[in-house]
């Protein structure tokens, strides 16, 4: 037998059952001689007719495969588009509640809010190699279990999704309430928690601690209420001008409190500016409150002007949906 042929009977041979193996290599041997033989009467010389055989016989890993009937491909198209939905709901639930509560452990156990960050973000991204990974193996070996076509999940024509009644997008929906949420949670953080301490050890927080007997709790109360008027926003398919006046009303209850105060230097814990003016940051009270005033005025002008501006879009698109949707 040539070598190169014994070769490739050799890894064939090696990837399959041993119970086939006898049968593999009787009939693969007499395939190559074969072809060979046909390209010798067509005057190749010895060596390239049995290159060209095996060449054209493959490589054997997969021609293994055929052999044993055995797939080749990690997630065949009988399991991957479970295999992906599977993926898109788990990646859209258990990391986004992980998160969550990874952020509200550290914080109370007063890690501060780069560790907090940093330690979040590790832990996410372990996460989701541990989700993908632990997945991607099960289907793996459903992949290779001869199952029946009859146990594949089948596909209903019933479970695909509604479209969207407006132009409204879960999305912006989502992270709208988030930075909301992300608002009231650092309002009260702040008082609790700090970079610096008191002489006692207290820590000293970065607002003035009297505003929590009106103004605190009034942008906590205009925070939670827009995180609200978003949510019933999309139930309803997006904005309309009632929509624009509730965010409006929302906005400046956080807005006016923030500007009034920064304004009038009443924002800022001063214990906390002293440590920073201590720090060399001389102007701190002048550049954080007008920092303060630039931003909340920055993001109250452009929800109006971007409300406003979808007002008319997310009508048509409700309009559209409820057409061609008739109850």
Same mark, same amino acid.
């Given at each position: #037998?040539?070598?190169?042929?014994?070769?490739?009977?050799?890894?064939?041979?090696?990837?399959?059952?041993?119970?086939?193996?006898?049968?593999?290599?009787?009939?693969?041997?007499?395939?190559?001689?074969?072809?060979?033989?046909?390209?010798?009467?067509?005057?190749? %010389?010895?060596?390239?007719?049995?290159?060209?055989?095996?060449?054209?016989?493959?490589?054997?890993?997969?021609?293994?495969?055929?052999?044993?009937?055995?797939?080749?491909?990690?997630?065949?198209?009988?399991?991957?588009?479970?295999?992906?939905?599977?993926?898109?709901?788990?990646?859209?639930?258990?990391?986004?509640?992980?998160?969550?509560? $990874?952020?509200?452990?550290?914080?109370?156990?007063?890690?501060?809010?780069?560790?907090?960050?940093?330690?979040?973000?590790?832990?996410?991204?372990?996460?989701?190699?541990?989700?993908?990974?632990?997945?991607?193996?099960?289907?793996?070996?459903?992949?290779?279990?001869?199952?029946?076509?009859? #146990?594949?999940?089948?596909?209903?024509?019933?479970?695909?999704?509604?479209?969207?009644?407006?132009?409204?997008?879960?999305?912006?929906?989502?992270?709208?309430?988030? #930075?909301?949420?992300?608002?009231?949670?650092?309002?009260?953080?702040?008082?609790?928690?700090?970079?610096?301490?008191?002489?006692?050890?207290?820590?000293?927080?970065?607002?003035?601690?009297?505003?929590?007997?009106?103004?605190?709790?009034?942008?906590?109360?205009?925070?939670?209420?827009?995180?609200?008027?978003?949510?019933?926003?999309?139930?309803?398919?997006?904005?309309?001008?009632?929509?624009?006046?509730?965010?409006?009303?929302?906005?400046?209850?956080?807005?006016?409190?923030?500007?009034?105060?920064?304004?009038?230097? %009443?924002?800022?814990?001063?214990?906390?500016?002293?440590?920073?003016?201590?720090?060399?940051?001389?102007?701190?009270?002048?550049?954080?409150?007008? %920092?303060?005033?630039?931003?909340?005025?920055? $993001?109250?002008?452009?929800?109006?002007?971007?409300?406003?501006?979808?007002?008319?879009?997310?009508?048509?698109?409700?309009?559209?949906?409820?057409?061609?949707?008739?109850?």
């Amino acid at each position: #037998m040539k070598t190169l042929t014994n070769r490739y009977i050799t890894a064939v041979i090696h990837a399959v059952p041993e119970s086939q193996r006898n049968d593999v290599q009787a009939e693969l041997a007499a395939a190559i001689a074969d072809l060979t033989d046909a390209r010798l009467e067509a005057g190749a %010389s010895p060596q390239e007719a049995e290159h060209s055989a095996l060449l054209e016989l493959g490589d054997p890993m997969r021609l293994a495969a055929e052999y044993s009937n055995r797939k080749l491909q990690l997630i065949g198209p009988d399991h991957y588009p479970t295999y992906i939905r599977l993926l898109k709901v788990l990646a859209a639930t258990v990391l986004p509640i992980a998160g969550t509560g $990874i952020i509200i452990a550290n914080l109370l156990t007063g890690a501060d809010a780069g560790d907090t960050a940093a330690k979040t973000i590790v832990t996410l991204i372990q996460l989701t190699v541990q989700l993908f990974f632990w997945v991607t193996v099960v289907f793996a070996i459903l992949e290779r279990n001869q199952a029946p076509k009859s #146990m594949y999940p089948a596909w209903d024509p019933s479970t695909l999704p509604d479209p969207p009644q407006g132009g409204v997008k879960l999305g912006d929906t989502i992270a709208s309430i988030i #930075m909301s949420l992300v608002g009231v949670a650092y309002l009260v953080w702040q008082h609790f928690r700090s970079p610096f301490t008191d002489a006692g050890g207290a820590p000293v927080p970065s607002l003035e601690p009297s505003l929590w007997s009106l103004w605190i709790p009034v942008m906590i109360a205009g925070l939670l209420t827009g995180a609200v008027v978003e949510f019933l926003r999309y139930r309803a398919g997006g904005w309309s001008w009632p929509f624009v006046g509730l965010n409006a009303v929302t906005g400046l209850l956080v807005v006016v409190p923030l500007v009034w105060l920064a304004a009038t230097n %009443s924002l800022l814990n001063p214990p906390m500016v002293e440590r920073l003016v201590a720090l060399g940051w001389h102007d701190a009270a002048l550049h954080i409150n007008v %920092s303060v005033i630039v931003i909340a005025v920055g $993001i109250l002008v452009w929800e109006l002007i971007d409300s406003t501006r979808k007002v008319r879009t997310d009508a048509a698109a409700r309009t559209k949906h409820s057409n061609s949707n008739p109850s």
